[in-house]
């Protein structure tokens, strides 16, 4: 699906290109090809530098050519039907969010990543992202991608973003509990907890074994506080 989504986006961008080009470039052959089809068939072309007769009428000419008409009435105006119903469908944000999204396709070891494609996607979150987060973002984005091609065995052999997903999931749950043990249950030890489960063994002038340290008095921790300065 995410290859079906570049392959999508490539024709996309093919087919807007080749329009504007018949737009731009294409209007003398047409009108040759036209020219030879209707001499084949015995069809009257009117002259092109001829002043344009809309409908029947001869009485009401209008201030334009034949040529004029047929490119610019015509030609023109199809053409630019197509391509804005392609924009329609297919604005600006839509295209740098697709495109944004198969950049992150990992077949074949991420071979469609594109950073700048994912980094495009934050102008449009500029409330979001300030000249910091930027930076952060971009040198993430350089270490994940060494990360997920050379190092990590979870980001090996995955076929579509959804594969991806499901890691990242995986990888954002041990963070998390990760995070709420260096926070909340750090947070939550007092100092009974921790007098119970520490004890230090300080060496005393004279003795040939360390001595327990009780960190329970207030005289040891005087004590120890003396010893570390």
């Known amino acids: 699906m995410d290859q079906d989504i570049i392959n999508a986006m490539g024709f996309l961008a093919l087919t807007k290109q080749r329009l ?77 969010l697709l495109l944004g999204v198969a950049s992150l396709n990992p077949v074949n070891s991420f071979g469609s990543f594109d950073k700048g494609k994912i980094m495009r996607l934050t102008e449009y979150y500029m409330n979001k992202f300030d000249s910091n987060k930027l930076r952060d973002l971009s040198f993430q984005l350089d270490s994940f991608i060494v990360y997920a091609r050379g190092y990590d065995k979870r980001f090996f052999n995955l076929k579509e973003i959804n594969d991806l997903a499901k890691v990242l999931v995986k990888s954002e749950r041990a963070f998390s509990s990760m995070k709420y043990i260096k926070n909340e249950l750090r947070n939550s030890i007092g100092d009974e907890f921790l007098n119970g489960c520490l004890v230090c063994y300080v060496y005393v002038k004279g003795s040939e074994h360390p001595q327990p340290l009780n960190l329970g008095s207030t005289t040891e921790k005087n004590s120890l506080r003396v010893r570390q300065v």
């Open 20 to 96: 504007q080009n018949m737009r731009d470039n294409e209007f003398e052959s047409l009108m040759d090809d036209v020219s030879s089809f209707c001499d084949k068939h015995d069809i009257v072309i009117p002259e092109m530098d001829a002043s344009y007769f809309p409908g029947k009428s001869k009485c009401k000419a209008l201030d334009v050519t034949y040529s004029h008409h047929l490119r610019v009435e015509i030609f023109y105006v199809i053409i630019d039907l197509h391509l804005q119903k392609l924009n329609n469908r297919f604005d600006a944000v839509s295209t740098d």
